[in-house]
């Protein structure tokens, strides 16, 4: 090849290379942005309807919905105790039998007083029936007697009439004396009764029964321990066990001041439990109505069913309270919205993918939506996120992104 020909070449190859980095660097054209080979992408998002309100996230703990410390009635040692920590009982189920060699001994006594006073009221009927059979033939003598001196005076001695009066007193007073004998007999029995059924209730307390359905979750003692009366003062008496219900839970929440108006029974609350990694859906139970003076919050409690015991008293939790909630609204992302001193404005893509720079109104907002009360129609698109990079007027290729984004290809 000849010096000519090599610099022909080398011409022809500098002079492309030339035109390749011209062609690459230069500035888009109108014409370029008419075929759209250089319009930038904007993420949008579709302005819809949804519901809105603001959310207030409140940590707080499961507690069971009763949780009691069972006591004796009555002072005595264990003889038997049936269960321990983590046993499940049913609502009068026996958790433990006292022994109480004093009260058994009273109850005995109290059976003699009874067998005692109703046999002092079989004799003291014996003598009021006696008395009444002689007051009877007593003053049907007198009758007689006192009826023939009065028809024929003279017939019968004055001194008789007065002996068979006499008589007739006495056996009436002995009478009166053996229905009162009999009346105290019966307020005896009556006494014993009564003190009989008093350690008869006392005795009953020896057998230490569980008051509701729940799990044991402290057992304080054993067999042989002697366990104080819960009824007494002087003493510092100790519980035979710990008992909680747990197939129903309280959560109870510390509701800020601000918000605890709006608090109202059956109110819906959404919660997450981090240690199950699983959201729960309940309604407000019932709450203090009156404000803690040291922390400015109300209590809030809302029961959960617990039935399958997946939920441990003292769980930690985050639940989130929607309040000011409005139904069926239209919204935009936070996001797209962009405050100025002059107002609120959105970049709006039309159907032409050309940019809008448009006014708008808004109303509530919450952590990730904002109510827009004109400027905008359901369907349309908004610019999210660096809104610096585009204009009014520009034409752009839009791209859904979001929640939004899965609807779209769900319906392509």
């Known amino acids: 090849m000849t010096k000519t020909k090599l610099l022909i070449v080398l011409v022809l190859v500098v002079g492309g290379s030339l035109l390749a980095w011209h062609w690459m660097a230069r500035t888009p054209t109108e014409a370029d942005d008419r075929n ?9 998002a579709i ?5 809105l309100g603001d959310t207030l996230s ?30 499940h009982v049913t609502a009068g189920q026996t958790l433990a039998i006292l022994e109480v060699p ?33 007051y009877s033939a007593a003053h049907s003598a007198y009758t007689r007697l006192k ?4 028809t024929q005076p003279g017939l019968v001695a004055q001194q008789e009439v007065d002996d068979a009066q006499a008589k007739d007193l006495g056996t009436q007073a002995q009478v009166a004396s053996a229905e009162a004998e009999l009346s105290g007999a019966k307020q005896q029995l009556e006494e014993a009764e009564d003190k009989k059924k008093q350690y008869t209730a006392l005795s009953d307390y020896t057998r230490i029964t569980a008051p509701f359905a729940g799990v044991v979750t402290v057992r304080y003692a054993d067999t042989g ?10 003493t510092q008496s100790m519980p035979v066990v710990r008992l909680a219900q747990v197939s129903v839970l309280r959560l109870v929440l510390q509701i800020p001041e601000s918000v605890a108006p709006q608090i109202h029974v059956g109110g819906s609350i959404k919660v997450h439990v981090q240690a199950l990694d699983h ?5 407000i139970s019932r709450f203090a109505d009156s404000l803690d003076q040291q922390t400015r919050t109300m209590e809030t409690e809302v029961d959960f069913q617990n039935s399958d015991g997946k939920l441990i008293p003292g769980m930690f939790c985050e639940a989130d309270f929607v309040h000011d909630k409005k139904a069926n609204v239209l919204t935009v992302p936070v996001e797209a919205v962009n405050r ?3 107002g609120d404005r959105v970049f709006v893509v039309n159907s032409q993918d050309i940019v809008e720079l448009r006014s708008v109104k808004l109303g509530q907002e919450d952590n990730t939506h904002i109510e827009v009360l004109s400027g905008l129609t359901e369907g349309e698109r908004v610019i999210v996120g660096n809104r610096s990079e585009f204009t009014h007027g520009q034409k752009v290729l839009p791209k859904v992104v979001g929640e939004d984004a899965a609807t779209e290809a769900g319906t392509n």
């Open 58 to 87: 409140v940590s707080g703990a499961f507690k069971p919905f009763q949780d009691i410390e069972v006591h004796a009635k009555v002072a005595g040692y264990i003889k038997a105790i049936y269960v321990d920590v983590g046993t």
């Open 147 to 150: 009826q023939a001196a009065d």
């Open 102 to 134: 004093e009260l058994a001994a009273e109850l005995a006594g109290t059976d003699a007083a009874v067998h005692a006073a109703q046999e002092q009221i079989r004799r003291a009927q014996g003598d009021l029936d006696r008395a009444r059979s002689t």
């Open 47 to 51: 302005v819809k309807r949804r519901d």
């Open 36 to 44: 759209g080979s250089a319009a930038p992408t904007a993420a949008v």
């Open 340 to 342: 100025t001193r002059s």
């Open 279 to 283: 959201d729960y859906e309940g309604k």
């Open 225 to 234: 321990a002697l366990i104080a009366a819960g009824t007494s003062s002087s």
